[in-house]
């Protein structure tokens, strides 16, 4: 298992009571994909988060971040450093301080579409 697959593996962990709960589109040894079954304006669902393996990273993404900012709030720096763009961040290595530390944004995240009825 290279050190990507290992990283895939812990993230996918975080995301995947959620894709068990939500609408999971896609999910094999290099991708999980969610959606909610909340239908927006343009007919499509809304996304909740994914987990990819890319070229030389993981990528998790988590769209509630990007509908809230504010539960970035309180991120910690290491964390805020792996973000890229609004709503996902990088991880070229396992980092459990920081995983931990998604996991709960991630749980945030899901409260969060929930008190807005997306969920």
Do not use: W
């Not at 030389?56 to 805020?80: D, R």
């Not at 409260?111 to 969920?119: M, N, R, T």
Request: hydrophobic letters at 40%; proline letters at 4%.
């Amino acid at each position: 298992m290279t050190d990507l697959e290992s990283v895939f593996k812990e993230l996918r962990t975080i995301m995947l009571p959620y894709a068990e709960k939500l609408v999971s589109i896609k999910d094999d040894a290099t991708e999980l994909y969610v959606d909610t079954a909340h239908i927006q304006k343009n007919k499509k669902p809304l996304f909740f988060g994914a987990v990819q393996i890319k070229k030389a990273y993981v990528s998790f993404h988590l769209m509630p971040v990007y509908i809230k900012p504010e539960l970035l709030e309180g991120l910690s720096p290491e964390l805020k450093a792996r973000m890229q763009g609004k709503s996902c961040f990088n991880f070229a290595a396992s980092d459990k301080t920081l995983f931990k530390e998604l996991a709960a944004l991630t749980k945030a995240g899901y409260a969060s579409y929930k008190e807005q009825g997306f969920v």
